[in-house]
């Protein structure tokens, strides 16, 4: 059976460094059907049963840019088997934010922490094990320029597909958001597929208009949600996509003050 492997990660993250290191020259080019973002897709160096699918790079899952409905909709309706998540990382807090939404989607995540080799050169640590214990998911520091830990990545990803476990969701969100977040899950009901319930709870929390159309919520349903949504808006005063992107940076701040340190300075700086 066919092993599908996505990549994902912000731009310049090295994205294509590691796919061309992975893929060597057993690559395939076209474009995503009706846009012109390109569509890279080849099989891993020795397995021709496991197939590395290359998405724009992209800072966010958000609707508003062409590259990031395109990766959205391929990880939401084609549901690889696997996402290898490139992190620079000698810019993790950025990178993360991706992280935070790759991992709600309920596929198994690998996070790959690239640039590993300038890493090093600057002196900065960064804790592989308190990473993958906070983001609760396998974290592997590559350098895909150098190829190092590229292999290992890879077979990371091939592991946790091949267990067909339900990726783990961290504890991004405080209780109240928590709470609304379950009382929607609750009104969408049979309607989405359970390992995809963060995802939709989370974009209908955020009013995410491209989820509308996907779901078409009954006049019944709209009317149970809205009020879930404004109570947290009244009492956060804030809007509900701002809350959410909020306690991304919030729980992304914690991560890196407890896993990263940079040289010269107990604590990383958080964003
Ligand atoms: P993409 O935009 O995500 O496809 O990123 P690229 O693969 O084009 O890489 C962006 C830049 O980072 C290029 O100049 C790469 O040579 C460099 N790069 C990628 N991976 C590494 C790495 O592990 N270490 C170092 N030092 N540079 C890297
Ligand atoms: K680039
Ligand atoms: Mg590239």
């Given at each position: ?19 061309n290191?992975?893929t060597g020259s057993r690559q395939r080019v ?12 080849g099989s891993?160096k ?226």
């Open positions: 059976m066919e092993i599908k492997i996505a990549l994902a990660g912000n731009p310049n993250s090295g994205k294509t460094t590691l796919f290191n992975l076209g474009n995503w059907p009706g846009v012109t973002v390109e569509k890279k897709e891993l020795g397995r021709n049963d496991v197939t590395i699918q290359d998405l724009p790079g992209i800072y966010s899952l958000s609707p508003y840019s062409l590259e990031e409905v395109v990766s959205r909709n391929y990880l939401v309706n084609e549901k690889p088997d696997a996402i290898l998540n490139i992190v620079d990382g000698t810019n993790i807090e950025r990178n993360l934010y991706l992280t935070t939404q790759l991992l709600e989607l309920g596929i198994p995540v690998v996070v790959a922490v690239n640039m590993i080799d300038l890493v090093e050169r600057n002196g900065d640590k960064i804790d592989l094990d308190k990473l993958s214990k906070e983001l609760d998911c396998p974290v592997i520091a590559i350098s895909a320029l150098k190829g190092k830990g590229t292999k290992e990545a890879a077979q990371k990803a091939i592991e946790v597909a091949g267990s067909h476990q339900v990726a783990a969701i961290p504890s991004i969100y405080d209780k109240m958001v928590l709470s609304a977040l379950s009382n929607i899950e609750s009104v969408l009901g049979s309607q989405i597929d359970t390992s995809m319930a963060r995802w939709y709870s989370v974009k209908v929390f955020e009013r995410d208009e491209r989820i509308d159309e996907i779901l078409k919520l009954s006049a019944d349903q709209t009317s149970k949600i809205e009020p879930i949504i404004k109570k947290v808006e009244e009492v956060m005063d804030d809007d509900a996509e701002s809350i959410i992107t909020s306690q991304r940076y919030d729980f992304i701040g914690k991560i890196v003050s407890h896993a990263v340190k940079k040289k010269g300075s107990k604590h990383e700086l958080s964003i």
